[in-house]
């Protein structure tokens, strides 16, 4: 069974960092893609950021360029968000997607999501 579980979100003031998590188990990591998106009330689900689990290769929105950095580690089966210079704006549940690739073009499983909230 395929599973995606998120941790790592929380309450933060603008300017501060928090790093989310993407555990993924019941699939072969690596043969995938694995994508951040986050949805805020009232708005469309969007795609942050993501990466490649074969080759490592990335990608992310232009409004997050310069302070989100996705990573991974094959290893733990788990994909990082390490988020900094937060902003009100960036308020939203974040979900973890396991896709084919990166920018995703369909995701086949989600994650519950983890709520971050920014104060200003």
């Known amino acids: 069974e395929v599973q995606l579980v998120e941790s790592g979100g929380g309450l933060v003031q603008a300017g501060g960092s928090l790093r989310l998590a993407c555990a993924g188990s019941g699939f072969s990591f690596e043969n995938y893609a694995i994508g951040w998106f986050r949805q805020a009330p009232g708005k469309e689900r969007e795609e942050v950021s993501c990466i490649d689990l074969s080759d490592g290769s990335t990608d992310y929105i232009d409004s997050v360029k310069g302070r989100f950095t996705i990573s991974k580690d094959n290893a733990k089966n788990t994909v990082y968000l390490q988020m900094n210079n937060l902003k009100p704006e960036d308020t939203a549940v974040y979900y973890c997607?396991?896709?084919?690739?990166?920018?995703?073009?369909?995701?086949?499983?989600w994650g519950l999501g983890t709520q971050v909230t920014v104060s200003s």
């Open positions: 997607g396991k896709t084919w690739t990166c920018p995703s073009s369909g995701v086949g499983y």
